[in-house]
């Protein structure tokens, strides 16, 4: 319900700036920026990259805006443009450093999870335990992991982005949320917290 | 999923109709949901989830103030292509415009003198009214004169003439001088023409408002009433004046080479009438001078005159000063209506100054040339020759 509502919301807002409303433009800027931001924190940590390629992205959006088609999910729309622009982006420095031949450095992945970040997540035993079943996970698993429950999107804009059916996509899921659960039930999660949830739900019930 | 009849924590999470909300409603649960793993599905779900929680201010702000910068940049450049691309549409309406206006300066007045008879075989002075009438006046010199609406027409303050005139509705009339014959004219709007002979004058029957134009074939002058709102306009075959009160004659024979106009007094504003689309002649020019047009190259020549030697037919005399035999002779025949041939075509050129007085016969005036030429002169039937 909030989801339907919050679509609407951000369809209004659209369609304000198609009409060359520029509020509407800097809101949907302010409202998706930490999103926009932390998604590209996967694929780069390189802020000044993200922060660029944000830039280029909105810079673009308002220049096309008349050309615009209407779209019904704002920041499907705008997770997909930005990670296009960064992958683009990623490869034009990867090439120009081979040309360079300063680095021979394998291909950078599509999905880098940074270790500082992790770290930070990693202050509870059950994150850590996470952390690590995330790490073997393949690029497509995390991406999509990340696209379903970071931003919320459905599994047909998840396959739209990683270029694969929705099967795929929701198999990919799927399997790589089983992996997650396997770890939790073999080094055990802390029943300590359980019971509390548990306290709390009794006390909502 | 529903053959291991136990909803595992997986189960919960990859469910299309999974948001956040599901761990705050219970309505969503079903007897077969396990509290343990609701739990599992609630911690996966928080450390997945965790990263969106990142804000990230500074970043933001930084990058709003280049985005902003950006667009104002790319706003102007947008503007100025806008301005570039209306500054163009106007040269092109522009360009259309002129080059309506140049292919259309034929106006109705112009129109109507194409469709008078250009013979000119009367030996009468006629005055063509607008239904048709044509008023014969036998006089050598006549003088005609138009009240203020048009109605009433005197001529040569005896004979009276009356036309219907309906106001707003452009009619004309045509006064046609056969050689040999002059005539003035005292039109609507005040204004004065002396008609030379072998000329036609079409002009509004009525004082139109806003509008003064005549159109002339021959010779006249015009002493055009003053009036700095409406322009009067003299059409001729070869250019347009336009006056806004003033003197000045205009000579345009269709039998002449050069169509020319003199200015006495005021001034006037002269423009082809085939206008070329890249120079838009106009010329404007200043009392005691004349211009010439050159039907072939289609060009003006101005030049600085003693202005006396061509209004003075007005006045019955011819002033030349160093004017070819030809000229004074073409002039002789118009003004008597007579045919006067040059047996030795030599002499045309051959230049004379002095004074003629028109009052004279013809056989007169062409023994004052004589007299201070070797020539002899020959009268045959109403034919004068050298």
């Known amino acids: 319900m909030t989801k339907k509502r919050e679509f609407d919301k951000d369809y209004f807002l659209w369609e304000r700036f198609k009409k060359g409303d520029n509020k509407a433009f800097f809101s949907i800027y302010d409202k998706f920026f930490d999103t926009l931001f932390n998604y590209g924190l996967h694929f780069s940590r390189d802020k000044d990259l993200i922060k660029d390629c944000i830039h280029d992205l909105f810079l673009d959006l308002y220049k096309y805006r008349e050309k615009l088609s209407e779209i019904d999910n704002i920041r499907f729309y705008l997770l997909r443009s930005l990670r296009r622009l960064i992958h683009k982006e990623k490869s034009r420095k990867i090439s120009a450093l081979r040309g360079e031949q300063i680095l021979m450095q394998n291909d950078i992945p599509q999905m880098a999870f940074e270790d500082n970040l992790i770290a930070i997540e990693t202050e509870s035993e059950n994150n850590r335990v996470l952390g690590e079943v995330m790490k073997v996970l393949s690029d497509r698993q995390r991406e999509g992991l990340l696209l379903k429950y970071e931003q919320n999107l459905s599994y047909k804009e998840i396959a739209y982005i990683l270029g694969i059916s929705v099967e795929s996509a929701r198999t990919s899921v799927y399997r790589a949320l089983k992996d997650l659960r396997k770890a939790l039930k073999k080094k055990g999660f802390s029943m300590q917290v359980l019971f509390i949830f548990l306290r709390n739900r009794n006390l909502i019930l | ?386």
């Open chain 2, 1 to 386: 999923m529903n053959k291991k009849q136990k909803i595992e924590a997986h189960d919960i999470l990859s469910d299309d109709e999974f948001t956040e909300e599901y761990f705050s409603d219970n309505t969503k649960k079903t007897e077969k949901s396990d509290e343990k793993e609701i739990w599992k599905a609630r911690i996966i779900f928080d450390f997945l989830n965790a990263r969106k929680r990142g804000s990230w201010p500074v970043e933001r702000e930084q990058t709003k103030k280049r985005l902003e910068k950006s667009i104002q940049k790319a706003e102007t450049g947008k503007y100025l292509l806008k301005w570039v691309a209306a500054v163009f549409l106007l040269l092109a309406i522009f360009s259309v415009l002129l080059i309506r206006n140049n292919l259309k300066t034929e106006t109705a007045i112009v129109d109507f003198a194409q469709t008078i008879d250009p013979t000119k075989s009367d030996s009468v002075t006629n005055l063509i009214l607008q239904d048709g009438r044509k008023v014969l006046i036998t006089e050598e010199e006549s003088q005609i004169v138009y009240d203020e609406k048009g109605m009433n027409i005197v001529i040569d303050s005896s004979q009276k003439v009356s036309q219907e005139v309906k106001q707003k509705k452009e009619v004309f009339n045509t006064l046609v001088v056969p050689y040999g014959k002059r005539a003035q004219i005292s039109l609507a709007g005040g204004s004065k023409v002396w008609l030379n002979s072998g000329s036609k004058l079409i002009y509004p029957a009525t004082y139109l408002k806003g509008k003064r134009e005549v159109y002339l074939e021959g010779e006249a002058i015009f002493e055009v009433a003053h009036s700095a709102q409406i322009p009067f306009i003299v059409r001729t075959k070869d250019f347009d004046i336009k006056v806004m009160g003033t003197v000045f004659n205009v000579s345009s024979y269709p039998e002449d080479n050069v169509s020319s106009t003199v200015l006495e007094k005021g001034k006037i504003e002269l423009s082809p009438n085939e206008r070329s689309f890249l120079r838009k002649e106009k010329l404007t020019i200043l009392p005691g001078h004349m211009v010439t047009f050159n039907p072939v190259r289609k060009t003006f020549q101005e030049q600085q005159v003693d202005t006396e030697y061509y209004f003075s037919w007005r006045d019955g005399y011819i002033i030349c000063k160093g004017e070819p035999l030809g000229s004074i002779l073409r002039k002789l025949e118009r003004y008597y209506n007579v045919s006067i041939k040059l047996q030795n075509a030599e002499f045309k050129s051959e230049t004379f100054s002095g004074y003629l007085d028109l009052k004279n016969t013809p056989d007169e005036v062409l023994k004052v040339i004589a007299e201070t030429t070797p020539f002899s002169l020959k009268y045959e039937n109403k034919n004068f020759n050298h």
